[in-house]
């Protein structure tokens, strides 16, 4: 019954890069808010991208911005995050998320309604 399936992760070295999917699993995403956020550790867990119901704006944490680029397919229900130059820092488990009611703006310090299990993403020097 989990709302998303996340995949793409994996190991990589310092340079590569990653393309992570978010599919909706029964439930139509294309008039949601969407996000990927990634926890590093236990007790913090930043959001990295947003994107509108529309996949016209998005946001982007400062530490990502250059580097991710959050997309969505309302043809295959999905959303992704392209992420190149990965450095070490950026490993975490990344989660993808929805807000069903708020928009963009509202949802950037967390809040979100929907979210799937996780895909680890590890980058090595």
């Known amino acids: 019954q989990a709302p998303f399936v996340e995949s793409g992760g994996g190991s990589v070295r310092a340079g590569d890069s990653l393309n992570l999917s978010c599919s909706g699993l029964?439930?139509?995403?294309?008039?949601?808010?969407m996000a990927w956020f990634r926890q590093a550790t236990p007790n913090e867990r930043e959001g990295v991208a947003f994107?509108?119901?529309?996949?016209?704006?998005?946001v982007y944490a400062d530490s990502v911005k250059g580097r991710f680029t959050i997309s969505r397919d309302y043809a295959t229900n999905s959303v992704s995050l392209q992420m190149n130059s990965l450095k070490p820092e950026d490993t975490a488990v990344y989660y993808c998320?929805?807000?069903?009611?708020?928009?963009?703006?509202?949802?950037?310090?967390?809040?979100?309604?929907?979210w799937g299990k996780g895909t680890l993403v590890t980058v090595s020097s």
């Open positions: 998320a929805a807000s069903i009611l708020r928009g963009i703006s509202d949802v950037q310090d967390g809040g979100m309604d929907l």
């Open positions: 029964g439930r139509p995403l294309g008039t949601f808010t």
């Open positions: 994107i509108d119901w529309s996949g016209r704006q998005t």
